[in-house]
């Protein structure tokens, strides 16, 4: 992850939690789901944790939230 991206994964991140939360899923739950570790999912809605998260990924939490894949890359 290149470091003028940092932030802009920190709100990808955060916003992903906030729709897991609203849809009442566990962060074990949505792993399972998408086939990822409990740990792979914690790192990536910390905001203190730089971890990077491939397209591929992000639809499938996408399709799993039912969130369209632009709500999580939008400034809003």
């Known amino acids: 992850m290149k470091k003028q991206y940092y932030d802009k994964y ?5 916003k992903i939690s906030y729709y897991r939360k609203s849809k009442g899923i ?8 998408i086939s990822k570790d409990t740990s792979f999912i914690g790192a990536v809605e910390a905001p203190n944790v730089n971890r990077a998260v491939s397209l591929d990924t992000l639809f499938d939490i996408s399709e799993v939230l039912e ?10």
Request: cysteine-free; proline content about 9%.
């Open 10 to 14: 920190r709100r990808i991140g955060l």
């Open 67 to 76: 969130v369209p894949p632009y709500k999580f890359l939008t400034d809003d």
């Open 26 to 33: 566990t962060q074990e739950q949505l792993a399972e789901k």
